[in-house]
């Protein structure tokens, strides 16, 4: 802005002031060399002096984390120019880096814990965080009386400085075991359950358990005081300062943690507020609970939500309850008190999808179980979405309603996120069967048959196609499903292949070529019921001249025209490794007769399996495998050929024995296979380091001639032990078979490797 002087004309600003001479000036040692220091700044000789850029370059030059104390100093000089001096203070750097006292662990695997390097700045705050870290990490190996300290020895007149850590190490040691006194309601067993920190045991070495680590025992303690209020217990104290750590050896630790426990609180008095639709005697039926029981808040909080749930499922889905604790002082237990601020219902007025890139619109609402016009039923949303997740279209699924323009009315919202359903899979397995299979398999589970500008994606269709070869067999499936025929929720499905193995006996080559068209519909609750049409051809192929009489009687082809019928039962929670539920399945089977063909016979076969969670800590769980089948002859057949009959032996049936190898036999030894069977196996398997799983098991079965015969007088019977891993992406299972009683068909110890599931 001009200024008007005493005459009345406009005066001149004053000239702005220029930086004359740039100087950078070392208070102490200048081990910084004068560049690093001019490259952090952006004031030059000749610019302008801006107090905003000097402010700017004092802070970079502190970001370097190498000046202890920075000033700008300056000296006016005639002609309008400032001459400037960055004064600056270095920090010490850092000469070299010491490790005193470390006999366990080297200084090269120390260096991997710590940030302060040599030619760095020295910042003692750094370095006592490298303490600090030191100690957590050899408190993980085990060494939980490790001291440590740091020393820094400073050298003014080269602005050096030594740092040492000084280490005294320990024994190594292992928890012998944890106790626990003042636990008068809950045994210590039930305590150590909650805890991560254990006791040290057999596989520690491979699981790092075992090992006192200061951080996990905080959150151990605080798992104990949660644990302790869910069982009532809500003025429970675990002081630290009353724990007591005790060495009976110098490599063994005994922790005692002492328990307060308090009283138990139990629920008095549940009443409600605010109900005008339902009354309090039928809210009541959804609690679980009760006056009188054990006061646990985390049920409590589900009880409120299972009431705000019971309106939703009948349209009133902005009803809150607000749960209220209230101390009776005369009974001396938890008074409670549900607050309902009840809503209007709604009614659906559309359904929205968004997301769906590649699924058709379709496919998602036939998986929806509410549509406009219904009561808005959240249980009903919470089924739908289940049902969509469960189709592995998706990576995630999310329902909610939406609210809209009229009164009562409410959108059902879906957002999906697309998933991978499709997989090009080239590899190579082996299994103890065969040593080496070479495969390629292309799988579409949202196949779409007619919509080839989608890459014949987005109907919701099944398609497969798999090419394997191996030592000693090969194959070639080709499978579609259509799940929703009709828009019905009736499957139907085909599938055409041909496989070759010559592994059933060294006699043959089995070729079986064949088609099957099915229908697959849910019956009722789990139950699904599948019909099938199967017309195989089995050729003996290669047989060789001196092979028993009952495989050369067969040589050539035979054709099988089957129908089948499978009822399943599924409650499994997960299909690889297994910890809950079960899995039943019944099939017949009828050949020939009406159905034409060369071979008349039916076939009954029942497997099922039940999967019981042991204890939490390992993931154990117990499975049992039950298993027994009959297949007989009528009609023109005398009787059932040896390859449709029944045989035992080999990695998925009795692991102690060879492939096929418990069963009838020809006077020549070779295996007939037998006309009933029966199975028993049972499993314990443990995690070891997810997803490596331990395992030890029992099998048992007998193959008897006829049919109908289920004496179990002939068995056999193994036990071992095993492992289970995945092996890219796919479960494979390591066993080790160990045979108990035999029928002259014991050739010594089975070691059995084999991919997929036995169930």
Known sequence: MAQIGPGGQAGQAA???QVGSLAVRFVGTANVSEDVVRANIQMRSGGAVDDTIIDRDIRSLYRTGLFEF??????????NLVNLVVEVTPKFRVLTVRYDGNTRVKDTRLEKETKTRANLALDERQVKEDAEKLREYYQKTGYNKVSI??????????????????????PRVKIKDIEFTGNDN?????LRKEMETKRWWVFSWITGSGRFKDESFEDDLDKLRDYYREQGFLDVEIAPDRIAFDYPEPDRLVVTINVTEGRQYKIGDINFVGNELHSAELLTLVLTQRKGMVFTPSKLDEDTQNLEKFY?????????????????LSTGDIDIEYTLNESEQFSVESINIEGNTKTKSIVILREVVLGPGDIFNTTRMDISKNRLDNTRFFEDVNMTDETTNLPGRRNLKIAVREGRTGNLTFGAGFSSLESAVFFAEVTQSNFDLFNRRSFFQGDGQKFRLRMQVGSQSSEVILSFEEPWLFDQQLALGFSLYRTTSDYNSSFYE????GAEVFLRKRLFEWVDGRLSYTYEIINLDNVDPSAPAVIQA????QNISKVGLQLLRDTRDKIVN???GSRMELNTEVAGGVFGGDLNYYRLEFRGSQFLPLFAAQTQVISLIGRAGVVEAYGDSASVPFYERFFLGGPYTLRGFEYREVGPRDSTGEPTGGGTYGMLSVEYSADIVSPIRFALFYDAGFVNEGAYDFAPGGYNDNFGIGLRLFVAGAPLSLDFGIPLTTDDNDEGNQFNFSFGTRF
């Open 510 to 513: 089995e070729i079986r070529t």
């Open 149 to 170: 300290n740091y020393q820094i020895e400073r050298e003014r007149t080269t602005g050096f400085g030594t740092v040492t850590f000084q280490i005294s190490e320990g």
């Open 578 to 580: 297994t910890t809950s």
């Open 312 to 328: 939703g499922r009948d349209g009133y889905l902005n009803t809150r309850v607000r749960l209220i604790r209230k101390p009776n």
């Open 15 to 17: 000239p702005a002031l």
């Open 186 to 190: 809950v045994k210590p067993r039930r």
């Open 70 to 79: 920075i000033e700008v100093k300056r000296e006016n000089v005639p002609g």
């Open 554 to 557: 067969l040589a050539g082809e």
